[in-house]
């Protein structure tokens, strides 16, 4: 299954070749936005792998952007832009960004900076102990605490629950659930992600009712 990215650009040219080279590659799909207002509801709307930003950008500035995402997400942020002064490249580090090109760059060396961040970032993803209030994952020993004690859990127990702590108090729907955990050839009902928080709530004791309900929307896990 291929990466996404987010490439948020206002210069329509620029957007065209980024998303030419793109197309003609299997590794990373390309999303667009012509400015950062647009760029902040698809980034609320949807998850990427990676993330590019122009500083320049009508509405939000990239820099704004990178901090709203730095404030819930480690996701790899990577400015793209004409702006280069050292200035600039500290303000873009110090709000952390994971890299910074730029403008003009090669094509090729772009893609080879994504792919390799996306990598990493997921690498380190799948070794970090997540912490969200009584609730405590290690995926490098597979193992859940619940206020203090050790949980065990079926696999798609465990592999929603990571999934919702790698995203605290953002709201998963259904479908995204279902896409992340049990596949996109999936074509059950979408049912069977209730009947799952159900056993993982229960399995979670009193620490289950971190895992919250989101009328018309779908489930979220809060500290």
Not at 34 to 60: F, H, K, Q, S
Not at 130 to 136: P, V
């Amino acid at each position: 299954m291929g990466y996404t990215a987010l490439l948020a650009e206002d210069d329509a040219q620029i957007r065209e070749i980024i998303s030419d080279y793109f197309s003609a590659r299997d590794d990373i799909r390309l999303f667009t936005a012509p400015d950062g207002d647009t760029a902040l509801d698809m980034l609320r709307e949807n998850e990427y792998d990676v993330v590019m930003l122009d500083i320049m950008l009508p509405g939000a500035d990239g820099f704004t952007i990178c901090r709203e995402i730095r404030r819930k997400s480690i996701v790899p942020v990577l400015f793209l832009t004409a702006r280069g002064s050292e200035e600039d490249v500290i303000r873009g580090y110090a709000l952390g960004c994971d890299d910074y090109i730029v403008k003009p760059f090669s094509l090729a060396a772009l893609y080879g900076k994504l792919v390799a961040l996306i990598r990493r970032s997921k690498g380190l993803m799948a070794d970090r102990v997540i912490t969200c209030g009584s609730i405590t994952l290690d995926p490098a020993a597979f193992t859940v605490t619940a206020d203090g004690d050790e949980v065990a859990l079926a696999p798609k127990e465990y592999a929603l629950l990571k999934y919702l702590m790698e995203h605290i108090n953002r709201v998963m729907d259904r479908d995204t659930l279902l896409s992340r955990i049990w596949g996109a050839d999936y074509y059950g009902s979408d049912r069977v992600v209730d009947n799952h928080i159900k056993k993982l709530r229960k399995a979670l004791g009193s620490a289950g009712s971190q895992i919250k309900t989101v009328i018309g929307g779908g489930y979220k896990i809060t500290e």
